[in-house]
């Protein structure tokens, strides 16, 4: 059973570009969240994709964005990008009934110069 | 605002020692959740909790909710220095789909 997978494992980018990451969400799960975890801190929620919907958002601008496909995939874009985009980004995915327990991936690592 | 607050924020203790990270809550709710996080790796499911008076228990950790309280301990028996990592509670709040997350505690468990 795979579980949720991520891609790419790092990126560096710099300041004012564009970049997208990928989620493959665990099998059977059919909704997905992104979250920002800066170095040393918990992670922030990002956004909530379900039925190829953004479900609900936090507290981030508009330059973050996303696509859920009907295979439940997700991307996260993020444009202009800025020093302080610098973190892990994280997949989740889980069920919409239930425990709502999310499960993560490995992460993408992000590095703005 | 919806907030979690975790203490100790860091811990260094001996192995065989006991000792319990407390994670309280601002906002109503009946779904709490606890991760493991090694340096540079994602997060590790270590505990669902559902309901008031949830009790789970996966070897030398335990955990536990009391919903009145607003208020979940992550108890440590006998620790091992395998479980040195940093430790998250979350929190699902009612009629919302994200989790807020607390800080993190950061547990080191000296041989």
């Known amino acids: 059973d795979a579980g949720v997978t991520q891609s790419p494992t790092h990126l560096i980018k710099t300041r004012g570009q564009q970049v997208t990451l990928r989620c493959s969400p665990k099998s059977g799960h059919d909704t997905v969240s992104w979250y920002q975890q800066a170095l040393g801190q918990g992670p922030q929620f990002i956004f909530q994709?379900?039925?190829?919907?953004?479900?609900q958002r936090g507290n981030f601008p508009d330059r973050f964005s996303g696509h859920q496909f009907p295979n439940y995939s997700s991307e996260l874009n993020v444009n202009a990008l800025l020093l302080g985009d610098s973190a892990l980004y994280l997949c989740a995915s889980s069920l919409d009934r239930g425990s709502y327990e999310q499960y993560f991936g490995p992460g993408t690592r992000l590095t703005v110069t | 605002e919806l907030k979690v607050e975790q203490n100790p924020l860091f811990l260094s203790m001996q192995e065989g020692k006991n000792y319990t990270i407390y994670c309280n809550y601002s906002t109503t709710s009946d779904r709490l959740y606890w991760y493991r996080q090694d340096p540079g790796k994602s997060l590790e499911s270590l505990f669902v909790l559902l309901s008031n008076g949830a009790v789970k228990q996966e070897g030398r950790l335990m955990a536990s909710l009391d919903t009145k309280a607003r208020l979940s301990t992550l108890h440590i028996t006998a620790a091992v220095h395998d479980l040195s990592a940093t430790y998250f509670c979350a929190v699902n709040p009612d009629s919302n789909y994200q989790l807020i997350w607390g800080a993190g505690t950061k547990l080191i468990i000296k041989p």
């Open positions: 994709y379900y039925e190829e919907e953004e479900r």
